[in-house]
C-alpha cells in the first residue's frame, strides 16, 4: 500500500495550518479519504496534486534517450501515415516514428493528455463542412494547428462485368487532416 499522510504530516508538507487542509480538500480537490473518522492522504496523490497546480514549471531539459528522439503519432491509421514516418526517420538520422493505432478521437485525446505528438483524425464535423475543427475545439484547451496531410477518394472495386450487379453509389472524398 502507498503512504499515507495525516492533516498534520500535510500541513507541514504544503506550510500551511491544518485548518487550510479542510479548505482545501473541499475547494480545491485536495485528494484525501476519510477513515475511521480520520482523513488520510495519499502521499503520491498530493505529490501530483502540487505537481499539477504548478505555475512556471521548468522546461524538460532532452536527453540522448531514444524516448526523446521518438515522434509520437496516434490516431487514425493511414499507409500515407506509414510512409511520412519512414520519410522523417530518414531526414532526422537517430529520431525515431512510432503510431500507436487509436482511431480519430483517440489521437486528438492523446495529444490532449501529452501522450503523443501529433494526432491523425478525419473526423466530420457536424455540419457537414469540415473536417476535425469541431472535435478538437472539444477537447483541447487550446486551439491545435490543423494540417491537410492528405486527400483520398473511397469505393468499390468490382470484378470485370460487374457480376454481382453492384449499382453505382456516390462517391465520397475521404479529406483527412492531421493535428500538429
Known amino acids: 500500500m502507498k503512504k499515507l499522510l495525516s492533516t498534520k504530516e500535510v500541513a507541514q508538507y504544503l506550510g500551511v495550518n491544518e485548518k487550510m487542509i479542510y479548505t482545501l480538500i473541499s475547494e480545491k480537490n485536495l485528494p484525501a479519504t476519510k477513515a475511521t ?50 520519410i522523417y526517420m530518414q531526414e532526422n538520422e537517430g529520431s525515431y516514428a512510432a503510431f500507436c493505432n487509436l482511431g480519430s478521437l483517440g489521437g486528438i485525446r492523446a495529444v490532449h493528455n501529452g501522450a503523443a505528438h501529433i494526432a491523425t483524425s478525419h473526423l466530420m464535423d457536424r455540419d457537414d463542412s469540415d473536417y476535425n475543427f469541431s472535435f478538437t475545439q472539444n477537447e483541447m484547451q487550446e486551439p491545435p494547428a490543423v494540417v491537410n496531410f492528405s486527400f483520398r477518394e473511397q469505393g468499390y472495386i468490382v470484378a470485370k462485368g460487374n457480376p454481382k450487379k453492384i449499382k453505382k453509389h456516390q462517391r465520397h472524398r475521404i479529406r483527412q487532416r492531421y493535428r500538429c
Open 37 to 86: 473518522g480520520k482523513w488520510l492522504f495519499p502521499a503520491h496523490l498530493v505529490e501530483q496534486w502540487v505537481e499539477a497546480r504548478t505555475m512556471n514549471f521548468p522546461e524538460h531539459v532532452p536527453t540522448n534517450s531514444a524516448m526523446e528522439k521518438t515522434l509520437i503519432i496516434a490516431g487514425s491509421n493511414d499507409m500515407l501515415v506509414d510512409y511520412a514516418m519512414k
